[in-house]
C-alpha cells in the first residue's frame, strides 16, 4: 500500500463490496468510516446514520415558507408546530406573487440587482427597457403654474372666439386685473413713503440728541442727558441707541403716553409731581429758578 516515498498513503475503501486503495479516501461524517470517491455519498454506501444529516424541506402552503423536517420526528407533528407559531399567512402574497415589469409583453421578474426607476415617469423597469424609449415613457410632468399674464390673455382669446358670448365678458377680467396693479402700485408707494418717513424721523432725534448734548456738555462736563427721561450718559453713541431702544416703538403698537416733568434747575425728568416738589426742595434750596 502506498509508494516507496510514502508507504503509508492511501487507505482501503471500508465498503466489503469495493475494499479498493484509495490515495485520497473520503471519512464520512456519520459513521465515521473510509470510502473512496465512487461510494463517497450517503446513498452510495447506505450510511446508517445519514438520517441526523437530512435537510428535507417541505413547503408551506399557507405562507409559502420551508419547514424542515426533523428525522425522528413525525413530519404531520412538524408542520403543526410551524403553523402554530411562526406561519403568517400574509407572506404567501410576497413570494408568489412577485413584481414583474410593467412594459407589456415583458416578464422580467424585478429583483434588487435588475430594477431601474425612471426619472420621468417614476416606475420601476428591468434593465431591458430602462430607457424612456423603450418602455415608452410620457417624459416629465410639467409643473403647474399660478396666475401668469400670459394665462390671462388665453383665457381672454377663448372668451373671445366665443360667438354666443359678447365682448362685454372680457371687461370685467380686465378691469379686475387692472385695480390689481393699481392697489399693488398704491401699497409699494405708501410702504416706501412710510419708510422713509421713519427714517427721517430717527436722523431728526439724534440730531436733536447731539445737540443738546454740546449745549450741555459745558455745565455738565461732558454728560450727556436724554430729553425724554432725564438719564445720563457719557457719549452721544449710547444717548442715541438707548433713545431708540427705550423711547421708540413701532408704528404697529401702541405707544403709552408718559408725561415728564423737568426739573428747571438741574434738568433732571419726574414722572410725578409731587417727587418733583420735593427734589427742588430738597436739592435746590426751595427756589424753582434757574
Not at 57 to 63: H, K, N, S, T
Not at 106 to 115: I, P
Not at 116 to 126: M, V
Not at 251 to 271: M, N, T
Request: glycine share 6%.
Amino acid at each position: 500500500m502506498g509508494t516507496p516515498q510514502f508507504p503509508n498513503l492511501g487507505q482501503h475503501c471500508s465498503l466489503n463490496d469495493c475494499h479498493q486503495i484509495d490515495f485520497l479516501p473520503f471519512t464520512c461524517d456519520c459513521c465515521h468510516r473510509i470510502y473512496c470517491l465512487e461510494h463517497r455519498s450517503y446513498n452510495q454506501h447506505q450510511c446508517p446514520k445519514a438520517e441526523k444529516r437530512d435537510v428535507t424541506v417541505v413547503i408551506c402552503p399557507l405562507c409559502a415558507r420551508g419547514v424542515r423536517l426533523i428525522p425522528d420526528e413525525d413530519a404531520h407533528i412538524t408542520w403543526e408546530t410551524h403553523v402554530n407559531t411562526d406561519c403568517d399567512p400574509s407572506n404567501y402574497d410576497k413570494v408568489t406573487k412577485k413584481r414583474k415589469c410593467p412594459v407589456r409583453g415583458c416578464k422580467e421578474v424585478l429583483a434588487f440587482s435588475n430594477t431601474i426607476k425612471c426619472r420621468d415617469c417614476n416606475l420601476d423597469h428591468c434593465l431591458k427597457h430602462r430607457f424612456g424609449p423603450d418602455h415608452s415613457c410620457p417624459g416629465p410632468k410639467k409643473p403647474e403654474t399660478g396666475f401668469t399674464f400670459t394665462h390671462l390673455l388665453s383665457r381672454n382669446r377663448k372668451e373671445d372666439s366665443k360667438p354666443n358670448q359678447s365682448q362685454a365678458t372680457s371687461a370685467p377680467t380686465w378691469a379686475g386685473f387692472l385695480n390689481a396693479a393699481s392697489s399693488f402700485r398704491a401699497s409699494a408707494e405708501a410702504s416706501i413713503t412710510k419708510l422713509g418717513s421713519e427714517i427721517s424721523q430717527k436722523l431728526q432725534i439724534a440730531k436733536d440728541g447731539m445737540g443738546q448734548s454740546s449745549s450741555s456738555s459745558s455745565g455738565t462736563g461732558g454728560v450727556e442727558l436724554c430729553p425724554q427721561c432725564g438719564a445720563r450718559f457719557s457719549s452721544v453713541t449710547t444717548l442715541i441707541e438707548h433713545v431708540e431702544k427705550v423711547h421708540e416703538r413701532s408704528s404697529s403698537q401702541a405707544r403709552v403716553q408718559v408725561k415728564v416733568d423737568v426739573c428747571p434747575k438741574c434738568s433732571r425728568g419726574f414722572r410725578d409731581p409731587v417727587a418733583l416738589v420735593q427734589h427742588v426742595e430738597k436739592d435746590h434750596g426751595g427756589t424753582s429758578k434757574a
